[in-house]
Nanobody
Framework: QVQLVESGGGLVQVGDSLRLTCTAS????????IGWFRRAPGKGRQFVGG????????YYADSVKGRFTISRDNAKNTVYLQMTSLKPEDTAVYYC????????????????WGQGTQVTVSS
């Protein structure tokens, strides 16, 4: 398995930017599909975005498309979620996840999860 730890969350204002980091250990992320999910108050865990095999492309939920960007640094075995133009509805606990298979946007497909990091966007 691969172990994941998220960091970089915090309290920001509407329109701000924030970068979340997912650091992996135990296995190289080059062979994994990476997903970002979030759980907002009163809602279930929702897909945010993902990066496919060997970092070949990324895909996003409509709610964040054009504002969030996933990148991978294989040398550091890390994945980033760059968030811009943040909105109050982006407030949530954000999780990174990994699966040893093809690209997916479904929570059940991911085997390894981080502990989550809180992002709060104030009006």
């Amino acid at each position: 398995q691969v172990q994941l730890v998220e960091s970089g969350g915090g309290l920001v204002q509407v329109g701000d930017s924030l970068r979340l980091t997912c650091t992996a250990s135990g296995r190289a992320l080059t062979t994994y599909t990476i997903g970002w999910f979030r759980r907002a108050p009163g809602k279930g865990r929702q897909f945010v975005g993902g990066a496919g095999w060997l970092g070949g492309g990324s895909y996003y939920a409509d709610s964040v498309k054009g504002r969030f960007t996933i990148s991978r640094d294989n040398a550091k075995n890390t994945v980033y979620l760059q968030m811009t133009s943040l909105k109050p509805e982006d407030t949530a606990v954000y999780y990174c996840a990994a699966r040893g298979g093809a690209s997916s946007r479904y929570e059940a497909d991911f085997d390894s999860w981080g502990q989550g990091t809180q992002v709060t966007v104030s009006s």
